[in-house]
């Protein structure tokens, strides 16, 4: 009589390895609770060398989620100068396993993404810019001393890298 021998562990271990390498590939997310932490380890003291780009948006934000694949997209700008992007969102830290990181993984986001999770918003969308009612999305570009700020949704990547570009001018 044959004795039968299960490949079940085997299998279960390759499934877990290809599933976790699956997910490794894609970004991390990154919680700040306090705004002033926000401010000192991602806008103060930024190399000139580099613009920055802040976009602010959450996974309920219909507007925020049709232009994410442009600013993914930044990463093959190959310009004067490197482009660094982050991904702020203004998404509840509750919902982090539940829809930030499923939503992260299923659109294949591999940016810098940071949970924003400072209860304070109005106390500190005038320090990001005066300007800002709050509404998202919104985007911050900062280029050694200069800073743009844009409350608006961007249509195209055409668009978005001709107003980021704005800021060499």
Same mark, same amino acid.
């Given at each position: 009589?044959?004795?039968?021998?299960?490949?079940?562990?085997? =299998?279960?271990?390759?499934?877990?390895?290809?599933?976790?390498?699956?997910?490794?590939?894609?970004s991390?997310?990154?919680?700040? %609770?306090?705004?002033?932490?926000? %401010?000192? %380890?991602?806008?103060?003291?930024?190399?000139?060398?580099?613009?920055?780009?802040?976009?602010?948006w959450?996974?309920?934000?219909?507007?925020?989620?049709?232009?994410?694949?442009?600013?993914?997209?930044?990463?093959?700008?190959?310009?004067?100068?490197p482009?660094?992007?982050?991904?702020?969102?203004?998404?509840?830290?509750?919902?982090?396993? =539940?829809?930030?990181?499923?939503?992260?993984?299923?659109?294949?986001?591999?940016?810098?993404?940071?949970?924003?999770?400072?209860?304070?918003?109005?106390?500190?969308?005038?320090?990001?810019?005066?300007?800002?009612?709050?509404?998202?999305?919104?985007?911050?570009?900062?280029?050694?001393?200069?800073?743009?700020?844009?409350?608006?949704?961007?249509?195209?990547?055409?668009?978005?890298?001709n107003?980021?570009?704005?800021?060499? =001018?």
């Open positions: 009589m044959k004795k039968y021998q299960s490949n079940y562990p085997i =299998k279960a271990f390759l499934f877990l390895t290809l599933l976790w390498m699956q997910f490794s590939s894609y991390q997310v990154v919680v700040i %609770e306090d705004y002033a932490d926000f %401010e000192s %380890e991602y806008l103060v003291g930024r190399s000139s060398d580099t613009i920055y780009v802040f976009n602010f959450a996974t309920w934000c219909k507007p925020c989620v049709q232009e994410l694949p442009y600013f993914d997209s930044l990463n093959q700008y190959a310009g004067a100068k482009i660094s992007l982050v991904l702020v969102s203004l998404d509840f830290k509750t919902q982090i396993e =539940k829809s930030l990181v499923p939503f992260l993984t299923k659109n294949n986001i591999k940016n810098e993404v940071v949970l924003l999770a400072d209860g304070k918003v109005n106390k500190w969308i005038d320090e990001v810019d005066p300007s800002w009612s709050g509404s998202i999305p919104a985007t911050l570009v900062i280029n050694g001393d200069k800073r743009l700020f844009f409350e608006q949704s961007f249509h195209s990547y055409n668009e978005l890298i107003t980021i570009l704005k800021i060499e =001018k």
